[in-house]
């Protein structure tokens, strides 16, 4: 359905002096798995790139090609000129963490917008935007086809991770037959599954689940709002080495819980900040609406944000705002209009 937009991004890639590519800040398998590919791409065309990211990524995510490129060094901004800046898998610049950067240049690159987020600005000049989709990955992976790119196996590799990373292993509702098929068509090229899941997936270590088991064990439930929620120290996380794919298993887990109408995790980061992961499977909730409250965005099943700390403050903040914004207690859609 974006045949010409696709075709018209295709063209502006493949024919650009330099370009600056961007994921967004603690950049998950979905950003870095498209910009990755992206990169791939670049590299066929001979055009050269930089990566800029505002904050590093996860150790979990470092088989994918390039990622040792990704600089975050604001310097990136002045000492080169870009034509072009391509930024992936990020509702808007602010979440990219770039708007300050972009605001401050002296000169106007076209800026790309390849993402999936409902909650998605149309930042860009160019906006290859599906909210129907999976993933960033199965957005770029169809205007790669469309184009008739040549895709090689490290590049299917690149795209098969953010599709596995943000359909939770294709089973959340993001997933559709459009996503199998894609996936499907990426493991022909020679995607490597097993790569993503001896990486991804990481079998958790014993203290590992100790902290989960501590972390669960603190659920509660918000009875007016029927909200379960949840903490994790940033002691807890350096203490015990957990990793971003064991925080990521705890948050997808709020999904498995039987009581209320979505889950929140709320965590610790090193920074003081405290990040807020909302989950939930029912049609009737949208959890993006909440994550805006807080400055946050995402999907309606799957969305997120970030407050300043500490954690209890946080917390009181978020429930004063949710019980103010549904009055009636009910986070079910009907309220939200
Ligand atoms: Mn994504």
Not at 225 to 251: F, P, R, W
Request: hydrophobic share 35%; aromatic share 8%; glycine share 6%.
């Amino acid at each position: 359905m974006h045949t010409e937009l696709e075709k018209t991004i295709f063209t502006r890639m493949t024919h650009a002096s330099h370009v600056l590519l961007v994921p967004h800040k603690n950049p998950d398998g979905d950003s870095l798995g498209s910009l990755t590919c992206c990169a791939n791409l670049l590299e066929q065309y001979n055009i050269p790139y930089h990566i800029y990211c505002a904050t590093t990524y996860a150790q979990q995510l470092a088989f994918l090609p390039h990622v040792t490129k990704l600089s975050t060094n604001p310097a990136l901004w002045k000492s080169i000129t870009y034509d072009h800046i391509i930024v992936f898998d990020a509702g808007d610049l602010g979440y990219a963490g770039i708007d300050k950067h972009i605001q401050a240049l002296s000169y106007k690159p076209t800026v790309i917008n390849i993402d999936h987020h409902a909650t998605n600005t149309y930042f860009g000049d160019y906006n290859l935007v599906d909210t129907e989709s999976s993933s960033t990955c199965e957005v770029f992976y169809r205007c790669l086809k469309n184009n008739t790119a040549t895709i090689t196996p490290e590049m299917a590799t690149s795209l098969l991770t953010g599709i596995i990373t943000d359909t939770d292993n294709f089973s959340n509702d993001a997933t559709r037959p459009q996503t199998l098929y894609a996936a499907s068509e990426l493991m022909n090229l020679g995607g490597d599954t097993q790569i993503i899941k001896k990486w991804v997936y990481e079998k958790a270590p014993l203290h590992a689940l100790h902290i989960w088991g501590k972390v669960m064990q603190r659920l509660k439930k918000h009875h007016l709002l029927n909200m379960c929620y949840t903490h994790i120290t940033h002691q807890e996380i350096d203490e015990h080495g957990i990793k971003e794919a064991h925080i990521s298993g705890m948050v997808n887990f709020l999904n498995s819980i039987q009581d209320g109408h979505a889950g929140l995790l709320v965590r610790e980061m090193k920074d003081g900040t405290i990040k807020g992961s909302f989950r939930t499977t029912r049609d009737d909730v949208n959890v993006a609406h909440m994550a805006k409250q807080f400055g946050g965005g995402g999907h309606k099943k799957a969305a997120g944000f970030v407050l300043p700390g500490p954690i209890d403050t946080a917390v009181a903040h978020i429930f004063e705002t949710l019980e103010t914004l549904f009055p009636d207690g009910s986070v079910t859609e009907q309220s939200v209009a």
